[in-house]
């Protein structure tokens, strides 16, 4: 089911300033977003105006703001105004725009780069270069449960989680639900728990590994409603074919939906190299990151398997953030056949859709080629009309 947002706009300064006393006044609803434009520019206010008026927008839009009339010449400059932008709770790791947790009070500090500006690579955090250049920020758990097939979800689990996004920015959306979080990462634990989460929501991080059945069974036992169970960031690659066969097995004798995401359709071979992530920001602060090919690394055509880090490099030298040693691409057909030796159903998200669809059906006009995609798989009966 397609997702309605709303969106106001603003032409000037002072029609964001009525616009936004109007809504902290109550005399209009909050919008999903809103949109800044012609002279209603964030980049040429000063820095304290600019601070009070995205403080004020934090509290009177669902999702964010959209500003695509700033234009910074100078990358010093440009780089403050995105430092100012980011430390005031809201990120543009999204091409939405500059976004928030869904009607979140909370003003998060996105700002990751004034603490490499001010002490160089060792301060750079490697969590939060993960997420801004491989986290998942288009789809929340939102898109999901308002599909036909996922419709009475309650309970959402995100193995191998890390820095947990996908759960910590649905339970905005709905904090009803139950959210539990695995992962072997006690740094990642410790980091997302110290996170501020909204009082009522129950949420549970076990570090524990995930081809253990004792802790499916665990997840199954504070499970409300069905559950969907989601690895996002591509992280199955990291098991082996029989680790992969057996975590697909486990995990959908305990939870009602199992979904992957997965790369877009391309031969392996097309995967190899070093593939620069670099953000604007990070290039204005003369950082550069990539996915770097280890020595070792070539694609193997026969077994889908490479080796590549996440690295960060400057003038002073470089860091290696997180290594992906043994990362096997399992394709969306290998995925499938496994689902079948398992008979499960198989079902890919489809983004024109918005539902979850049979991988027999409507595959001639889906998106697998150019975005990524979300595969689900499931032992439930279902209805005829999935």
């Known amino acids: 089911m397609h997702i309605e947002s709303t969106t106001k706009v603003a032409n000037s300064i002072e029609a964001l300033d009525k616009l936004l006393g109007r809504i902290s006044g109550g005399q209009q609803a909050k919008p999903d977003w809103i949109r800044l434009q012609g002279g209603c520019r964030l980049d040429r206010v000063e820095p304290e105006e600019r601070r009070l008026l995205l403080e004020r927008l934090h509290g009177c839009v669902l999702r964010g703001f959209r500003a695509n009339n700033v234009d910074i010449e100078d990358a010093s400059a440009r780089l403050d105004y995105w ?5 005031t709770g809201f990120h543009d790791f999204s091409e939405q725009g500059w976004m928030k947790c869904y009607d979140s009070p909370f003003k998060e500090n996105y700002d990751y780069i004034s603490p490499y500006r001010e002490a160089g690579l060792s301060k750079l955090d490697p ?7 491989l986290g998942t920020f288009d789809f929340s758990v939102e ?12 309970t959402i689990i995100e193995p191998m989680a890390g820095t947990a996004e996908f759960a910590y920015h649905s339970h905005f959306h709905r904090p009803d639900f139950r959210y539990v979080m695995i992962d072997l990462d006690e740094d990642a634990q410790g980091r997302v728990m110290a996170q501020r989460w909204l009082e009522k929501t129950e949420k549970h991080y076990l570090v524990a590994n995930i081809l253990d059945e004792s802790v499916w069974a665990q997840v199954k036992s504070v499970t409300t409603g069905e559950s969907l169970s989601y690895i996002g960031k591509q992280s199955h690659h990291l098991f082996s074919a029989k680790e992969l066969y057996r975590l697909m097995q486990v995990a959908t004798e305990h ?6 995401e997965t790369p877009q359709l391309a031969p392996v071979m097309e995967m190899g190299g070093t593939d620069d992530v670099t953000r ?3 290039q204005d602060a003369g950082l550069e990151v990539e996915l770097i090919e280890e020595e070792d690394g070539e694609p193997n055509p026969f077994t889908n398997l490479m080796h590549f880090h996440l690295g960060a490099a400057d003038k002073t030298g470089d860091r ?7 990362w096997t691409v399992w394709s969306q057909s290998i995925l499938v056949t496994l689902a079948r030796i398992l008979d499960l159903n198989a079902f890919y998200f489809h983004s024109e859709l918005h539902e979850f669809v049979s991988v027999e ?7 697998v080629e150019d975005e990524v995609t979300f595969m689900l798989f499931t032992r439930r009966e279902l209805p005829p009309s999935i």
Not at 127 to 133: D, H, L
């Open 255 to 260: 939870v009602d939906y199992f979904m992957l």
């Open 280 to 282: 604007p920001e990070m």
């Open 143 to 154: 898109d999901f449960v308002n599909t036909e097939l996922c419709s009475n979800v309650r």
């Open 320 to 326: 290696r953030l997180f290594g992906y040693r043994d």
């Open 361 to 367: 059906e409507e595959w001639e006009d889906c998106d």
């Open 127 to 133: 969590y939060a270069v993960y997420s801004a250049v």
């Open 83 to 87: 430092c100012s932008v980011a430390s």
